[in-house]
């Protein structure tokens, strides 16, 4: 059990409703992982940037990702390990 | 009965152990676990533990290794500043929709006024109620808080802290003195552990004890503090909201630094003060801010303390100025240990009306200063710096004491 940084982009496929986003699968070292559910989201504002963070749960494992509202990319910032 | 404020209906609203719930909320697994939430340097501290931890005697400030020894398989996880933020403007958000008079005691504690939106204490606790609801629905089920409900901020607080965790306790008026009789001094708000031992010492043990002195005897002790020790023991409180849109200013701005290694070497020490001042100068600045004091502290490779803190001349915003307090303070605090860890404070904030400008100096130095910092801003961190400062590179998380302060 144990947090990793990784800092790395990635691919999500997410669903954009009524001014609200949510992932649903992303894709990290070829591997496609669907995501079981959002157990929390919030918005970050750096540098003139928003951001929209989530931590994420598949395969047992929880994931914070951060989507890049100016440059629309997503960014998995950290496993954690069960 | 407050003579004050006798039909105010105020909430407080303390988010349970708010860190680490966060980081429970983010990864289930960690759910009903001990987890311990540090600080981001090697040698670090807890500085949050879940209500599981806290069962096990870990708490805020317990070092690393006797959490281990406490709870060997105590589940470490590094703070996330910028998620807690977040999180506690979404709180924020939240209470705004019940009430516009929000005060933000700190990042996960605020008082809310109800007055005008409850009728009464019954109807407040409805309101309270739904607010819990609220955040469990919209930020998760893992995200409790403790409420406590009165006709002022004093007793309200001490309310929220009687039932952890999700708690909600109401003190109906007029069983204010009842109801702070079930409490120690060093319980409530504003009675810190050298009010308690000074009252000890004249035998004052508890709120009782404290009714039983007259007030021209606290204040001829305690000077202004004795009122307040005197309307606290009645349950007397008059201090208003201050609504977190007018006082969105931090009240003091610190940095800090746990070495990895001791460091016995005084002009290190100092170096790295000038770092932290020139940082927090930079802060001020970026928010028209004067500092009116400064402080030190260090703790020592045995965690015993020293340091202390010296108002300001004249309010600045000039690492030059901070780092001269720096070293005044240094001056009274003697390294005669190893270092384990050093922090910089500069409090009592004013907001810079321009009449530093007046200054001519002042203004010369403010604008070098600045000029500086947007170099620094615009290539990289730390760019032109003072020549002393060449090599030193100290990672470390800001911090910013915002709201909190004694009621009353």
Not at chain 2, 113 to 137: E, F, G, P, R, Y
Request: glycine share 6%; net charge positive.
């Amino acid at each position: 059990m144990g947090q990793t940084q990784i800092n790395e982009p990635i691919d999500v496929i997410a669903k954009f409703s009524k001014g609200s986003i949510t992932p649903l699968i992303f894709k990290y070292k070829s591997r496609v992982i669907k995501i079981e559910s959002v157990d929390l989201k919030y918005d970050l504002h750096q540098d003139k940037v928003n951001f929209s963070s989530f931590s994420v749960l598949a395969n047992g494992n929880s994931y914070k990702i951060n989507y890049n509202d100016q440059t629309h990319l997503w960014i998995l910032e950290e496993i954690f390990i069960s | 009965m407050n003579k004050f404020e006798p039909n105010h209906i105020i909430a407080h609203i303390d988010m349970n152990s708010y860190f680490a719930s966060v980081e429970q909320q983010a990864r289930p697994a960690l759910r009903n676990r001990p987890v311990a939430v540090t600080g981001p340097s090697k040698r670090t501290v807890v500085v949050a533990a879940s209500v599981e931890a806290k069962y096990f005697g870990i708490k805020t400030g317990t070092q690393i290794a006797e959490a281990k020894k406490l709870y060997p398989n105590i589940v470490l996880i590094k703070s996330d500043c910028r998620r807690y933020e977040s999180i506690s403007a979404q709180l924020i958000n939240i209470f705004s929709r019940f009430t516009p008079t929000i005060e933000i005691f700190s990042i996960d504690e605020a008082f809310l006024d109800l007055t005008n939106i409850a009728q009464n204490l019954s109807q407040a606790a409805k309101i309270v109620n739904q607010i819990k609801k609220c955040i469990t629905k919209e930020i998760g089920t893992n995200i409790k808080c403790s409420a406590g409900i009165a006709n002022n901020k004093f007793i309200a607080k001490l309310a929220s802290e009687a039932k952890k965790p999700d708690g909600l306790i109401v003190v109906p008026q007029g069983k204010e003195i009842d109801f702070l009789d079930q409490f120690e001094l060093s319980d409530a708000c504003g009675i810190g552990k050298k009010s308690v031992k000074h009252l000890n010492r004249l035998n004052i043990y508890s709120f009782k004890d404290l009714r039983s002195v007259n007030q021209a005897a606290l204040t001829l002790i305690f000077k202004s503090y004795g009122l307040k020790l005197y309307h606290m023991a009645r349950g007397i409180d008059n201090s208003p909201i201050f609504p977190y849109y007018l006082s969105g200013k931090p009240k003091s701005i610190s940095r800090s630094k746990t070495f990895p290694q001791d460091i016995y070497d005084e002009d290190y020490i100092k170096r790295v003060g000038l770092f932290f001042c020139c940082d927090i100068a930079s802060e001020l600045k970026k928010q028209n801010l004067l500092a009116s004091s400064l402080g030190l502290y260090l703790r020592f490779s045995d965690f015993s303390f020293a340091g202390g803190g010296a108002a300001i001349k004249s309010p600045t915003a000039l690492s030059t100025d901070l780092f001269f307090y720096f070293k005044k303070n240094l001056e009274k605090s003697p390294i005669c240990k190893p270092i384990r860890k050093v922090g910089v404070w500069a409090g009592e904030l004013i907001t810079d009306n321009g009449q530093t400008a007046l200054l001519k100096d002042f203004d010369k130095k403010l604008r070098l200063e600045k000029t500086a910092e947007n170099i620094n801003k615009k290539f990289a961190r730390n760019i032109v710096t003072p020549a002393s400062l060449a090599g030193l590179n100290l990672e470390q998380s800001p911090s910013y004491g915002f709201q909190k302060r004694f009621i009353n």
